[in-house]
């Protein structure tokens, strides 16, 4: 058997995708696949992996019309024969020659279910400090305190996983999804229980920021979140849970909300109301006043109501103290004041 299948879903990523290649044709571990699923690129993308597996006959590609990273992810998982798996985006590389090896001696070592590993941040090209998760992973396994929900449950690439433990549990990614799909995919994997190892080799390089990721395309970031979170909520995996847990997910779900309002801009307010109004339909506010997201969402929206009602209807003075001003659906009226 495989001893590591590496998932790499590509899409339109020429620039970037031969670092991403020559990360992984180089890895010591010899006894890999690479499962490359180019979904739809119209730009060179399929012709570099080709290239690329001319050369390495441990690269498989496979070539399909353009359906999202979640069809692409779950088609490298069917066709995944290793005894592990790891996912690496295209635009992202291991940080190292060593980095399956590490990964595979790790979890192979402690017969654990999913490995979890440090990884770096990429801003500019410029390789900067270790992530915050992995300052935090570090801390944890120096205290040896539980794994939290919120720090680690948001990417799939900062993993190692038991490939039978996944289909054992029937756990793929939700298609359809523009954002936390992983997220998703994440709490699914804790959901069944697994035995986790964490150790704190910074094994991966992670691209921020890049043009065309999830934080730089024009769309609704915050409404897509929504849409993800309602649709996990309506799942019976999610429901199977203790009251508890689901307001973890479900705050971290206010933070990706936090997230992409302060990276994308302030026209998002509705859509962040929306959300609130939602889990606030489901939860007692008494327990949703405890997550960490809940204030700061519901300050932003108090400040986008007082807006909306003074656009609405407002009286307020001149800057001379002269006149009222009165604002009657959106309209100003300025009358002299009577002393």
């Not at 909306?308 to 009358?335: C, E, M, P, R, Y």
């Amino acid at each position: 058997m495989t001893k590591v299948s590496v998932i790499v879903p590509v899409y339109n990523v020429a620039e970037y995708l031969p670092q991403c290649l020559e990360s992984l044709i180089c890895q010591t571990l010899d006894d890999i696949e690479i499962i490359c699923i180019n979904d739809g690129s119209t730009d060179n993308s399929l012709d570099i992996l080709n290239s690329y597996a001319k050369k390495d006959n441990r690269i498989i590609v496979i070539n399909k019309e353009n359906a999202g990273v979640s069809v692409a992810r779950n088609l490298g998982l069917d066709r995944a024969s290793g005894e592990y798996v790891m996912f690496l985006d295209s635009d992202d590389y291991f940080v190292s020659s060593e980095s399956c090896q590490k990964a595979f001696d790790a979890i192979s070592y402690n017969n654990a279910d999913i490995g979890i590993f440090g990884y770096y941040d990429l801003i500019e090209d410029v390789k900067i400090n270790p992530s915050y998760r992995t300052v935090k992973l570090k801390q944890m396994i120096n205290d040896e305190t539980e794994i939290d929900y919120y720090t680690f449950q948001s990417s799939i690439w900062d993993k190692i996983y038991r490939l039978s433990f996944l289909r054992k549990n029937n756990i793929k990614f939700v298609e359809g999804l523009k954002t936390a799909e992983d997220v998703i995919f994440c709490f699914m994997t804790k959901f069944a229980n697994p035995k986790y190892f964490l150790f704190d080799e910074i094994l991966y390089v992670y691209r921020t920021d890049r043009e065309g990721s999830v934080t730089t395309r024009n769309f609704n970031a915050v409404r897509s979140n929504f849409e993800a979170l309602k649709y996990f909520i309506s799942t019976k995996n999610f429901s199977n849970q203790t009251t508890d847990v689901q307001l973890k997910v479900v705050d971290r779900f206010l933070g990706g909300a936090l997230y992409f309002y302060n990276k994308n801009g302030k026209n998002l307010i509705s859509d962040i109301n929306k959300t609130l109004d939602y889990i606030e339909q489901r939860y007692d506010k008494n327990l949703l006043k405890n997550l960490p997201n809940y204030h700061p969402l519901k300050n932003l929206t108090k400040g986008f109501w007082a807006k909306l009602t003074a656009k609405i209807f407002s009286i307020t003075n001149s800057s001379d103290k002269k006149h009222k001003i009165v604002t009657f659906l959106g309209i100003k009226f300025k009358f002299r004041r009577t002393k």
